[in-house]
């Protein structure tokens, strides 16, 4: 993809499952996210890095917001959009919240540990101040796949 | 508290509290952690750092949580104990459960955004995956009184 493109929905979550992708080859959980400002400019991408960096909130969606929250040296992103290749999970819904993004999109539904559309359904609870607009579904088989594929090797 | 002394629940809680009271002082807002090994020793301290770090994530819990597994290179920490001075919010119960945390103790309840005792109860869901022991109301007076200042104070 060239510079002047301009990208999409899909094209975010091509680069999210990139991300995915990479972080699977590096014996990571194969999960990716890429954080977009409001006119679509890419500001953050990263795929999950919870061995690498001995971090067990290192997943990427945390990454990216914090990498973008660190570059504008402000916590919170009220004009920004998160692409994620899997359903945020408890702690990434909270920080999704907690950095007032705008929209989250996310590919495969995650009914195991989920906490969008399962579980815990964080952005529901009244206790949560910053609900973001959810799109899911998006690329879902080709995310859910991967994650198949990485937990058969394991196996 | 000289090295030598053995420490109890509470004297860790009073350490949260200095945390929590230096955070405050910072101008955050004013929530203090430690993190123990199961034998007692201090791991970790830290208040708030989110407006310092420019980073949402930056609550005093995930602060000691990934100091500690950065310390040790390993994301797991399943003979930890943590304190801390308020009910954790969903994004901290999510990484203390990925963490495998053995202990919680938690100071003032908080029913506006906690997610332990209140709203999503993270930790009761069958989407979370390791369930600390959860000890809480431990000076609870006291933490509570020092946010309440604190938010009196912004007003």
């Not at 959009?81 to 950095?99: K, N, Q, W």
């Not at 999109?105 to 906490?115: E, H, N, S, T, V």
């Amino acid at each position: 993809m060239s510079m002047v493109e301009i990208l999409n929905t899909h094209d975010f979550m091509e680069l999210a499952l990139q991300e995915a992708e990479a972080a699977g080859k590096r014996g990571e959980v194969p999960i990716g996210a890429v954080l977009t400002s409001s006119v679509g400019k890419i500001l953050a991408r990263s795929g999950n890095r919870v061995e690498e960096y001995a971090d067990p909130t290192a997943h990427a969606e945390m990454l990216v917001l914090r990498e973008v929250a660190r570059q504008r040296n402000e916590p919170r992103l009220p004009d920004c959009d998160l692409y994620v290749t899997l359903e945020p999970c408890a702690m990434c819904a909270g920080a999704i919240s907690l950095a007032r993004l705008r929209r989250v999109y996310f590919a495969a539904y995650d009914p195991k540990g989920g906490a969008v559309e399962h579980g815990a359904r964080y952005f529901g609870q009244p206790t949560c101040h910053h609900k973001p607009e959810v799109i899911s579904g998006i690329e879902e088989q080709r995310a859910g796949y991967l994650l198949k594929n990485f937990f058969n090797e394991k196996r």
